[in-house]
């Protein structure tokens, strides 16, 4: 079984500039998760998807974050335009009916 | 404050040795998990767990509904258990801190 797997596992990008990073999750899981981790500090709930629909996305931190699921498979998470304060690890995770997985994760760089 | 508080932040431990974690929250939760972060970055979820107690190889992890409380055990500790251990609470997962476990030779 294929794991969690997101692209790109690294990215730099200037400060106004666009990204996108990519989530595929594990084939069959429903539920998909975002987190990210900036310096220094724990690891934060971005948003929940339950195949298409967002069950919860009280984590995201402001309108220049948009997050989809299009047909309930991958998931990208579009950072529009890019500050400073967005560098961090975004980890992705899936489940079904209970166990977790997560990718490896992006680690972005804002420059 | 966070909703889930973990102690202690670093340890440094001998091979061998009895290693305990404690995770504690103030939420209301249905599971609670135990992850692992290893230096390269990737996350491995090591538990799940809403009452009682688990075991996988060396690795034990017990919860207290009542008292908002789980401990993650490490049973003969080895320098390849160094990792950070992430504690987190309920469906969409709130974090802790995390415990930086060092073991040495």
């Known amino acids: 079984e294929a794991g969690v797997t997101q692209f790109p596992s690294h990215s730099v990008i200037e400060k106004g500039q666009t990204v996108t990073l990519r989530c595929d999750p594990i084939?069959?899981?429903?539920?998909l998760y975002w987190y990210r981790r900036v310096m220094g500090k724990e690891i934060k709930f971005l948003l929940h998807?339950?195949?298409?629909?967002?069950?919860?996305e009280s984590g995201m931190p402001n309108n220049r974050f948009l997050a989809e699921r299009t047909g309930g498979t991958y998931s990208t998470l579009k950072v529009q335009p890019a500050e400073l304060e967005d560098s961090g690890v975004y980890f992705c995770a899936s489940s079904h009916g209970g166990g977790y997985t997560f990718g490896s994760g992006t680690r972005l760089t804002v420059v | 404050k966070n909703e889930v508080e973990q102690s202690p932040q670093n340890l440094t431990a001998q091979e061998g040795e009895f290693i305990t974690i404690n995770c504690s929250y103030s939420v209301g939760i249905s599971a609670l998990h135990w992850l692992q972060q290893h230096p390269g970055g990737g996350i491995v979820s090591l538990f799940m767990?809403?009452?009682g107690k688990k075991k996988h190889g060396r690795l034990i992890a017990t919860i207290n509904i009542q008292e908002k409380h789980s401990s993650l055990h490490i049973t003969a500790s080895h320098p390849r258990d160094s990792a950070v251990y992430i504690c987190?609470?309920?469906?969409?997962?709130?974090f802790g801190a995390g415990t930086r476990l060092t073991v040495k030779p």
């Open positions: 084939s069959g899981h429903d539920n």
């Open positions: 767990l809403s009452s």
């Open positions: 987190a609470v309920g469906i969409d997962m709130r």
């Open positions: 998807f339950v195949k298409e629909s967002k069950q919860d």
